[in-house]
């Protein structure tokens, strides 16, 4: 399943890339950024993101770890050899007790489950754009 609002251009808020292969955290990040003001794009795998990604650049990349058909760490090889993709700033999310085996190229690592202050934070912190909350 895939939701895609369409790319930012001048004025549009700023879109963050969802890449997880769990429905409801998709619908429960989606609700919680949008209401931040900020556009989402989502995808299911790592693979559906860079058809996404051939299309669109987003303001940020929100990636699980553990996706069938092409995991985070997989994701990751990809974007560091793509020169436009490994610019976006991109932060893990993992459920795992233990440290993902990750490049040092990501922003931050988010433990599910963290509080939405925690996500909007983080966000904001790796962004490099201003949203504005949605009435």
Known sequence: MERVHEPASAGAPPSILIIDDDID????????????????????????ALKTLATMRPSMILLDVEMPVMNGPEFRQAQRRDQDLITI??????????????????????RKPFRSAQLIETVRRHCHCDAKPSS
């Open 89 to 110: 700033p991109t932060v893990v999310m993992t459920g795992s007790r233990e440290e993902p085996v990750l490049d040092p190229g990501v922003a931050d690592v988010l």
């Open 25 to 48: 955290t998709h619908e429960a990040l989606a609700e919680l950024l949008e209401h931040a003001g900020y556009s989402v794009v989502l995808a299911c795998n790592g693979r559906e």
